[in-house]
């Protein structure tokens, strides 16, 4: 018998080469810093897409031309009908959804239309629904080096074994015996996976801590109240302003003691910027929402850290609302781009921020460049560029016992989780975002462990000036260095999706009463919408499909706090209920039902319907 | 001052005329004694206590006396021990996750829907023992007596209690009509709780 079959040979090299092709078709382990055309790998590995948080992909078989033939490719009940605020993930021909609690990962054949490959439970303690302030949802799951991690909502944080869900480790980092939560979707950076916790409605002091992905210890952890040593502050922490210079400003902006339950909570997004070597993330609302109790600049909630991803270390820190008035965490999303700005180039991150205003901020010094209302606001009266001040309106200081009304943003803010995306193309941000206002009124409060620590009767409804016709969310494009809005899609609802856009020029988002909509980029023109079976509050991601096709998914099941009126079937007859979102949601329920339900799409085989 | 008087005057015309109609309303049984935590077996349902876990061992709430058990009822057609349910409706932080009634972390309160039960002996051991999907524990927390005056407060948010008893009006913000309108609603004991709307 001949050693070397020619036949053989050539098959086997033909096996080889097969598998290289795949290897090198699905090879990236990591997302890219920020997704190009030409840097697509038909993947989605981390909800934001890549580090910078583009949520952009070079896909473009989609195209403005053609998105009108999208048809349903096939479906998938998670089995929970809770707030479905998760981005599937898709690794070579697999993807992963997670759900709101009980926080099962699926796995799905994309070979066979979603077949489930297998499911992990990690079965988290039921007393954690009691203590979400915002219905029991979950942000998404993140891919590195054949794990998926996700974080529970009773506090744990998940490795899973891609090839067979086997649970790879699971470490508890939160506990919600003192009223916290981890709802957040965590990022891998350099052999670390990071998250943060919920609990601002709880008097929870608020953290970030980092775990090595491969036995899931704790590697470090910045606190973000109290002593600069718990901080992770050194003599490497440089803010740009004198208001964030000085020793302990997380013990020194408060009264006695009360940093301890002050909140500054982590459960947003975080981006990285792995040439300057830092990662971003906000700080939530401070502990206990009536600011009489807590005099002072509150250090360091409602902001933003720069941090080294690989220690924790404080690079630099600003703060968008010091003594937060009005519950206006700092957590939404950092889109790391370089821009042209006043002529120069700088490396700069654009942040909408809940407090109303969109900020282009310098990324390795922490300077602002520009802060420009997007929506209408009477909160505050601007942004002082020298100082890098916001500048309250005494007229809308809530008090104890004083009912202040129409005040703009609302709670959940100009804009809230809901994630944007920035196409290079056409050089827009696209952001889902609310137009409502409300009244506001400071009450005692009292802390008791484990019970919301909050101190505020509110109650929201639809802006009655800008729009004033009684919608209450948007979808907005913005040029973030001619300082404007490009245009803007009236919502009935809050839209409470995030957005996603794609090198065929189109920029897909959900609405609450279940409508997944397809817009030109450029244009604002609808091209494409489909009536899915509940309220959206997902995250659209899109991916090449292992024949070769490009799809597009999203999660329905409305929730959240705009949607928990129908997730938690709440009794809209009290205003107040959802911490006051229930009033400005009354209709929601004749609109939507519960659900949960994934939807994958492709483009019409054969193009037109005849 | 004259605004004080013409209170006061206000306030016995219409506890006079509340005399006529219901006895109950206006006692004000300071020295009387609540159904006691005690007789009522008490285990936690849930490892979560409000109050944090230095509150040790299934302890009953501290209550005023054992001796005597007043009839439940009692306290709910009285709009003193009503009222003060409300207070402590805000003073525990049952606003926090319950709302006005309306419901948030917690279920809604003012409907029909009643997982565990809407007599006021099961919705003292709701507050007491805590339940399973985030309801915690305030056994040891809140003195029994003060529970009864809770419970006799939640039952006015769904109409559970005689109107004559519900609070009429409130100091602060509220997201709906007053207690003493809310409509007598036919309880449904057999509510899901969130817990069977997850797949097994």
Same mark, same amino acid.
């Given at each position: 018998?001949?050693?070397?079959?020619?036949?053989?040979?050539?098959?086997?090299?033909?096996?080889?080469?097969?598998?290289?092709?795949?290897?090198?078709?699905?090879?990236?382990?990591?997302?890219?810093?920020?997704?190009?055309?030409?840097?697509?790998?038909?993947?989605?590995?981390?909800?934001?897409?890549?580090?910078?948080?583009?949520?952009?992909?070079?896909?473009?078989?989609?195209?403005?031309?053609?998105?009108?033939?999208?048809?349903?490719?096939?479906?998938?009940?998670?089995?929970?009908?809770?707030?479905?605020?998760?981005? !599937?993930?898709?690794?070579?021909?697999?993807?992963?959804?997670?759900?709101?609690?009980?926080?099962?990962?699926?796995?799905?054949?994309?070979?066979?239309?979603?077949?489930?490959?297998?499911?992990?439970?990690?079965?988290?303690?039921?007393?954690?629904?009691?203590?979400?302030?915002?219905?029991?949802?979950?942000?998404?799951?993140?891919?590195?080096?054949?794990?998926?991690?996700?974080?529970?909502?009773?506090?744990?944080?998940?490795?899973?074994?891609?090839?067979?869900?086997?649970?790879?480790?699971?470490?508890?980092?939160?506990?919600?015996?003192?009223?916290?939560?981890?709802?957040?979707?965590?990022?891998?950076?350099?052999?670390?996976?990071?998250?943060?916790?919920?609990?601002?409605?709880?008097?929870?002091?608020?953290?970030?801590?980092?775990?090595?992905?491969?036995?899931?210890?704790?590697?470090?952890?910045?606190?973000?109240?109290?002593?600069?040593?718990?901080?992770?502050?050194?003599?490497?922490?440089?803010?740009?302003?004198?208001?964030?210079?000085?020793?302990?400003?997380?013990?020194?902006?408060?009264?006695?003691?009360?940093?301890?339950?002050?909140?500054?909570?982590?459960?947003?997004?975080?981006?990285?910027?792995?040439?300057?070597?830092?990662?971003?993330?906000?700080?939530?609302?401070?502990?206990?929402?009536?600011?009489?109790?807590? !005099?002072?600049?509150?250090?360091?909630?409602?902001?933003?850290?720069?941090?080294?991803?690989?220690?924790?270390?404080?690079?630099?820190?600003?703060?968008?609302?010091?003594?937060?008035?009005?519950?206006?965490?700092?957590?939404?999303?950092?889109?790391?781009?370089?821009?042209?700005?006043?002529?120069?180039?700088?490396?700069?991150?654009?942040?909408?921020?809940?407090?109303?205003?969109?900020?282009?901020?310098?990324?390795?010094?922490?300077?602002?460049?520009?802060?420009?209302?997007?929506?209408?606001?009477?909160?505050?009266k601007g942004v002082d560029l020298k100082s890098g001040q916001l500048i309250p309106n005494e007229e809308k200081e809530p008090h104890t016992g004083k009912v202040i009304r129409d005040v703009t943003p609302i709670s959940p803010g100009a804009k809230d989780w809901q994630p944007s995306a920035f196409s290079p193309r056409t050089k827009l941000m696209y952001f889902p975002n609310q137009t409502m206002s409300m009244d506001y009124e400071g009450t005692e409060a009292s802390y008791i462990v484990g019970t919301p620590f909050v101190g505020v009767n509110e109650k929201m409804y639809a802006d009655p000036v800008d729009p004033g016709d009684g919608s209450r969310g948007a979808f907005t494009a913005w040029d973030p260095v001619a300082k404007k809005r490009v245009w803007r899609i009236k919502e009935s609802f809050p839209v409470w999706s995030g957005a996603m856009v794609t090198a065929g020029d189109v920029v897909f988002y959900g609405t609450m009463e279940g409508w997944f909509k397809a817009i030109n980029a450029k244009t604002a023109e609808e091209l494409w919408k489909f009536k899915t079976g509940s309220g959206i509050i997902g995250q659209p991601v899109t991916y090449k499909g292992p024949d070769g096709k490009q799809y597009v998914a999203i999660l329905s099941g409305v929730g959240g706090w705009a949607g928990a009126v129908v997730a938690g079937g709440l009794d809209p007859n009290d205003g107040t209920a959802a911490l006051g979102f229930a009033n400005a949601m009354k209709d929601l329920p004749n609109v939507t039902t519960k659900g949960g339900t994934l939807y994958v799409f492709k483009l019409r085989d054969g193009g037109e319907k005849k | 001052m004259a605004i004080k008087q013409r209170k006061l005057e206000l306030g016995v015309l219409v506890a006079s005329l509340a005399l006529v109609t219901s006895c109950k309303r206006e006692d004000r049984p300071f020295q009387t004694s609540a159904p006691s935590a005690e007789a009522i077996q008490f285990t936690r349902m849930t490892d979560f206590r409000a109050g944090g876990p230095s509150i040790s061992g299934n302890q009953p709430s501290p209550a005023m006396s054992a001796d005597e058990t007043p009839e439940e009822k009692e306290f709910e057609e009285n709009a003193y021990m009503v009222g003060e349910g409300k207070r402590l409706f805000s003073a525990f932080n049952c606003v926090g996750c319950h709302a006005h009634g309306g419901g948030g972390m917690g279920p809604a309160l003012i409907d029909d829907q009643w997982i565990y039960g809407h007599e006021p002996a099961q919705i003292f051991c709701t507050i007491i023992e805590g339940r399973p999907n985030g309801m915690p524990s305030f056994g040891g927390k809140i003195p029994s007596f003060q529970v009864w005056q809770l419970a006799s407060y939640v039952r006015s948010l769904g109409g559970l209690v005689p109107g004559d008893a519900a609070p009429g009006r409130d100091d602060d913000m509220h997201g709906g009509p007053p207690e003493n309108s809310a409509p007598n609603q036919k309880p449904n004991d057999s509510s899901l709780p969130k817990s069977a709307e997850m797949p097994k």
């Open positions: 018998m001949k050693l070397f079959d020619g036949t053989l040979a050539a098959r086997l090299f033909v096996g080889l080469g097969c598998a290289l092709i795949s290897l090198i078709a699905w090879s990236a382990e990591a997302p890219p810093f920020r997704n190009t055309e030409e840097a697509e790998d038909g993947q989605w590995l981390m909800p934001a897409k890549d580090y910078a948080n583009t949520r952009f992909s070079g896909l473009k078989e989609i195209t403005a031309d053609n998105v009108k033939n999208l048809e349903v490719a096939w479906t998938f009940s998670s089995g929970v009908n809770r707030g479905q605020e998760a981005a !599937p993930l898709v690794v070579g021909d697999t993807m992963y959804v997670v759900t709101p609690y009980p926080n099962i990962l699926y796995a799905l054949d994309l070979n066979k239309s979603g077949a489930v490959k297998w499911k992990y439970e990690p079965k988290p303690a039921a007393a954690a629904q009691g203590v979400a302030c915002c219905d029991v949802v979950c942000r998404g799951a993140v891919y590195s080096n054949n794990r998926v991690f996700f974080n529970t909502l009773d506090g744990n944080v998940c490795a899973v074994n891609t090839k067979d869900g086997k649970e790879a480790w699971k470490t508890k980092i939160g506990d919600i015996n003192i009223g916290e939560t981890i709802t957040m979707a965590p990022v891998v950076i350099n052999g670390k996976v990071i998250s943060g916790n919920s609990g601002g409605e709880f008097g929870v002091r608020g953290w970030i801590q980092a775990l090595n992905v491969d036995d899931g210890k704790v590697a470090w952890k910045a606190y973000n109240t109290g002593p600069d040593s718990e901080c992770l502050i050194d003599e490497n922490f440089k803010p740009f302003y004198p208001q964030d210079k000085g020793k302990d400003l997380g013990v020194t902006t408060w009264p006695p003691d009360k940093w301890k339950i002050g909140g500054g909570n982590v459960w947003g997004w975080i981006s990285y910027d792995p040439e300057l070597k830092l990662l971003y993330h906000g700080t939530g609302n401070p502990g206990v929402w009536n600011a009489d109790l807590r !005099p002072g600049d509150n250090k360091w909630t409602c902001g933003i850290f720069a941090r080294d991803p690989d220690t924790g270390h404080a690079r630099w820190y600003y703060q968008w609302s010091p003594h937060d008035l009005f519950d206006h965490d700092g957590v939404n999303e950092s889109i790391l781009v370089d821009l042209e700005i006043d002529g120069k180039p700088r490396q700069v991150l654009l942040h909408p921020e809940r407090n109303g205003y969109l900020y282009v901020m310098d990324r390795k010094t922490g300077e602002v460049l520009s802060a420009t209302p997007f929506i209408r606001i009477t909160a505050s | -």
